[in-house]
């Protein structure tokens, strides 16, 4: 069975030839990123949409709160 262990397993050994074989820890790396990076992105949005007391919504309240704080407001 192929998993990514296996692949970067396999790229380290093609690494220690003598004419070697970068591209396919690279690959490796790359196949990682392309299913890790969306799979969060999405967790975020979807925390973001229901989550009503964190994510990037709130920013600018919460950057306003800190700047009356800061000036000695409640």
Do not use: E
């Not at 989550?51 to 800190?66: C, F, Q, S, T, Y």
């Amino acid at each position: 069975m192929n998993s990514f262990g296996t692949m970067i397993d396999a790229s380290r050994l093609d690494m220690s030839r003598d004419p070697m074989v970068w591209w396919t820890l690279l690959a490796a790396f790359m196949f990682m990123l392309a299913l890790v990076l969306p799979a969060n992105l999405f967790a975020d949005g979807v925390r973001d949409a229901f989550d009503p007391r964190g994510g990037l919504m709130n920013v600018p309240k919460r950057r306003a709160a800190w700047a009356q704080r800061l000036k000695g407001g409640a």
